[in-house]
């Protein structure tokens, strides 16, 4: 999936949304996540550079992935 152009975010993980005025924070590793999205890198290659720059198994980035996702759809932050 793919996060809505008009989606600011800044590099300590802070996301605004202009079309309904909400914010939203978030951790560093949310803040390098919205950047890979936003620079238009797939799902796969996202979670394979994760894979590869952190101790992390494949099935808790998975789960962690999939709540990333959900969190993001629920805040109307992601094209579907």
Known sequence: MKLKSNIATSE???????ATGDSFSGNNMAA???E???SGKTDAE???EILNRFDVSENQF???WDNWMLQLKEAN???I
């Open 36 to 38: 890979a999205m936003k």
């Open 46 to 48: 996202i979670r394979q």
């Open 62 to 64: 998975d789960r962690d």
């Open 77 to 79: 932050l992601l094209e």
């Open 12 to 18: 300590n993980g802070f996301i605004f949304n202009p």
């Open 32 to 34: 390098q996540l919205l």
